[in-house]
Structure formats: structure tokens, C-alpha cells
């Protein structure tokens, strides 16, 4: 039983890296104001733009410098969209999910016309675990040596990142002169403006943050945890990034909470495939939408009151005199 305990929470760790990175992103567009569902596709294209790039130079450090430099370029397109022209937050997000589904398929098919997918990854090309130091010397420690060897050992560099960006992005959002300013202009652009503070410079910026972040989450997909870009490997991804937004309530701690549950049940359903139960099989099909599933359920009666920042959606003009 601990066995099977240390595998689930390993899977977990790492089920949970590319939602950590979403949700930390998204943290940081909501916090100024600006609804953020187009997560799902900065993650896919940062996934291709890693793979691609990793492909062709043979580095993995290329494609996430690749990765970052595409979720920025869309962030941006986001920004465009909705805080200089003052377009619906949710259509211009979904505008580029739906473009992120088609050019990434697009792209892959001219390159390389492997049905939409980028060739293997080997060697430099992609991450592979870590092992930390001193796991030969803690191992003979009980229980203390397993976890570490098990679960705090052997994971890319991508994941310890993750783990590194949550007290970071809790100092940057609360802490700093940076973060008062974010969080103002999602509560009251108005009065930031009005003490001389760009509230689009801020929605720019906090959005190239977002576009950071969503690139590391898409470089981890295909260069860490897989080998390869696959189409639409994101798999709703960025939506659940989002519900574990709001699920800690636009708070980085509480939202690393909520992925990584979120990650528990994934890991929990793809543990179950193939299980019988009373001489049953269970269908692969129940199997994978279980996460989804419960995600709803968590949500709907689990999350209590959670209130988002008053001027989030709300476009912006200046008051001119």
C-alpha cells in the first residue's frame, strides 16, 4: 500500500506541472482583469513550438526559449484583442483556441507529414529526470529514503520549476510594488489610472507573464513528459488550469492546491484502465472522462463562495476630458 501511495503521488507531480504552470498564468491575466480561457491554446502551441524547435536544433533549452517566445506572441494577440480594441474577453480567447487546434496541426503536417505529429524526440532534444543528490545516502534512511528517492527525485527540470514558481508568483502578486498595481487594476482600473499608472501598460505586462508561464506548461507537455507533439495533446488542460484558478480562488498556493487534486484524479484514472470490477471491465472511455467528471463535481459543490476581481471581463477606455 505505500508502494502504490508513492507511485500515485509521483504520477501526480507530474500530471500536475502543466496545470500548475496554466493556472499560474492565468492567475496573473485574471488578477488584472482580463478573462483568460484562451489558456488551453498557449499551451498546445507552446507544446508544438518546443517539440519543433527541439527538433530541429537537438536542445531542449531551444524549445522552451521556442515555447515561451510563442505563448508571449499570442499573449500579446490576446492583449491586442481585448485591451487596446476592447474585444469580448471570452470570444477572443476562444478565437484562439480555435486557431491554436488549426495552425498547430497545419504546421506539423507541412514540416514534418507525419499526420500532424512532430517526430520522436532523443537525446538533448528533450528533458529527462533528475536525480538529486545524496539518494544513494538517504535510501538506507526508512521511509525518509524511499520518498525521496521516489517522489522528490527523479523528475525533469520542468517540474521542479513549477514547484519553484509558486512562492515566486506569491511574492511577485503580494509582495511587490508590481503585484499591488496587477491586482489594482483588476479590482478598480479607474483609480489606478487616475494616480497616473497605464492600465494597459499593466494588462500588456501582466499578460506577457501569462504567455511565460503558458509556454513553460506547453514546452513541459512535449518535451518532458512526452517526446513528441501530438494534436490537441493539451486535452482541455488549460480548462481545468482555469477551474483551479477559480477553484483557489485567484490565489497561487490554494490554486497549487487544486491542481495537483486535479492531477490526483487523472493519475487515479489512468490507474484504473484496464481494472475489472466483479468480472467487469470498465470502459477506457469512462476511465478518461472520470477527471473531467469529478472536476465538475468539485467545483459545483465544493468551492464555496469565490469572488472574482470586480473589473475582470470589463473592457477599459480612458476617460478623455
Known sequence: ??????????????????????????????????????LEGKLLLGAFAAAAAAYFTGSAWAGVFAAI?????????????????????????????ILAAGLTVTLARHWFDMGGQTPSLFGDARFRPITLPFVDLINYIPVVGTIYREVISG????????????????????????????????????????????VAKMRYLALTVCGVLAGLGGAYLSIAHSAQ??????????????????????????ALLACLLFGFLEAVAIRLQGVEIGGFVVPVQFIEMLPYVLTVVLLAGFIGRAIAPKSIGKPYAKERT
Request: aromatic share 12%; proline share 4%.
Open 155 to 198: 523528475h525533469t527540470i520542468l517540474v521542479y520549476m513549477s514547484w519553484a514558481a509558486v512562492p515566486l508568483v506569491w511574492w511577485m502578486v503580494f509582495r511587490t510594488r508590481f503585484g499591488l498595481r496587477l491586482r489594482a487594476v483588476g479590482e478598480n482600473p479607474q483609480a489606478i489610472d487616475t494616480a497616473g499608472i497605464g
Open 1 to 38: 500500500m505505500f508502494d502504490i501511495i508513492l507511485v500515485m503521488v509521483d504520477a501526480t507531480l507530474r500530471v500536475a506541472t502543466p496545470l500548475i504552470f496554466a493556472a499560474l498564468a492565468g492567475l496573473f491575466s485574471e488578477r488584472a482583469g482580463i478573462v483568460n480561457i484562451a
Open 69 to 97: 517566445c510563442v505563448g508571449v506572441v499570442f499573449a500579446w494577440l490576446h492583449a491586442f484583442a481585448t485591451v487596446t480594441h476592447r474585444g469580448d474577453h471570452v470570444v477572443s480567447g476562444l478565437a484562439i483556441n
Open 229 to 254: 507533439f501530438i494534436p490537441d495533446m493539451s486535452a482541455g488542460k488549460g480548462y481545468m488550469a482555469l477551474a483551479a484558478l477559480i477553484f483557489g480562488k485567484w490565489r497561487p498556493v490554494q
